[in-house]
């Protein structure tokens, strides 16, 4: 995959993350922290850090809030000229990290944002794709509500009738879809058929193909990466991911990328301690992209996408504005201190 002949434009709406301090419950001391963050954002940040000329697509209200998150990006290196200013609300998302024997959780207020409430008419695609090489958008934007479906299946489908490059990260939000859709796949599918390269794995697979896959491990991945690419022809690429938790603070993490004529999966990579696990597959994706517009095989790529995923993982926060060297350091496996 050459690289893009572009700016890399990343779709989606931007939120503010409220969290829970670690080893409390909500509430129990009068403090949150908060955080800028999104699917998309968090790519857009990422492939900025690493020297990528990144733009993102989005709408944040009007007003000293939308101010402040637009200046976070624009601090990472992000170009947000094409954000929306309407009036309206941030869209919110909770993060309760877990505990012992307690998972941590999500919790959305999202419903009615200013993102959530735009209006198809109020996307000029012509104007916000214009010197874009690459589209990258997620399941996130579709997942709330039928006005960003509809935005989400329209940027995909101008993006590909332009000759731009598009990225689709399943993203599965189960809460977010049961507030409105009993049928996600069906919404799904349209925009993924637009889409070069899916992030998604068997189980991505088994929602939008309505069938189960068997078999374990790589096998399994490799069987859904290839009943993904035949549903959906303009598909070159499968990248995808899975997670072992050994604790709850060390977790081992492996990758892999198919396409139609061959697979290629990175070293196993175990990854501790885990300070903050949020953003962690937005950091593989957007890791996966700049190997591919490296040059590098599927082998590379999946390396690339594995090592700035893992280096995600130890810091706090949606975003990973991590350097080209953190990085290269990462896959070649430099741990001691560096004087």
């Given at each position: ?111 009615g944002s200013a993102f959530a409430e735009a209006a198809p008419e109020d996307w000029n695609w012509d104007a916000l794709l214009d010197g874009a090489g ?43 879809w049961e507030r409105w859709q009993p049928d996600p796949a069906a919404i799904l599918k349209p925009i993924i058929a637009q889409a070069t390269l899916l ?141």
């Open positions: 995959m050459t690289a893009p002949d572009g700016t890399i434009a990343c779709f989606g709406e931007i939120v503010m993350r409220v969290s829970v301090p670690h080893g409390e419950l909500p509430l129990q001391s009068a403090r949150f922290d908060a955080c800028v963050g999104g699917a998309e954002a968090n790519v857009a940040v990422a492939l900025a850090a690493l020297g990528r000329a990144t733009s993102m697509i989005s709408a944040v209200p009007g007003g000293p809030i939308g101010d402040g998150v637009l200046g976070e990006l624009r601090r990472h290196g992000v170009d947000v000229a094409p954000v929306l200013r309407p009036a309206g609300r941030m869209g919110l998302y909770y993060h309760l990290p877990g505990g012992a024997m307690r998972p941590a959780e999500v919790i959305y207020d999202r419903a690459w589209l990258h958008l997620s399941g996130v934007t579709p997942a709330l509500g039928p006005r960003s479906a509809a935005a989400a299946l329209e940027a995909a489908t101008r993006a590909r009738a332009a000759g731009i490059g598009v990225s689709f990260d399943g993203n599965w939000r189960g809460r977010l992030f998604g794995n068997h189980r991505d697979a088994a929602l939008l193909l309505g069938r189960d896959f068997s078999g374990d491990g790589a096998e399994r991945r490799r069987d859904a990466a290839l009943a993904l690419l035949e549903a959906f022809p303009a598909l070159e690429y499968v990248a995808s991911t899975a997670r072992d938790i050994v604790s709850p603070d060390t977790h081992r993490l492996t990758a892999r990328i198919d396409t139609r004529a061959e697979g290629g999966a990175g070293e196993p990579a175990i990854i501790t301690p885990v300070v903050d696990r949020i953003g962690t597959g937005d950091a593989f994706a957007a890791g996966v992209l700049d190997g591919l517009w490296q040059g590098r095989d599927l082998v590379g790529a999946a390396t690339n996408g594995l090592a700035l995923a893992g280096l995600k993982h130890g810091l706090r926060g949606d975003f990973a504005p991590l350097s080209r060297a953190a990085l290269d350091g990462a896959s070649a496996g430099a741990r001691d201190v560096a004087r």
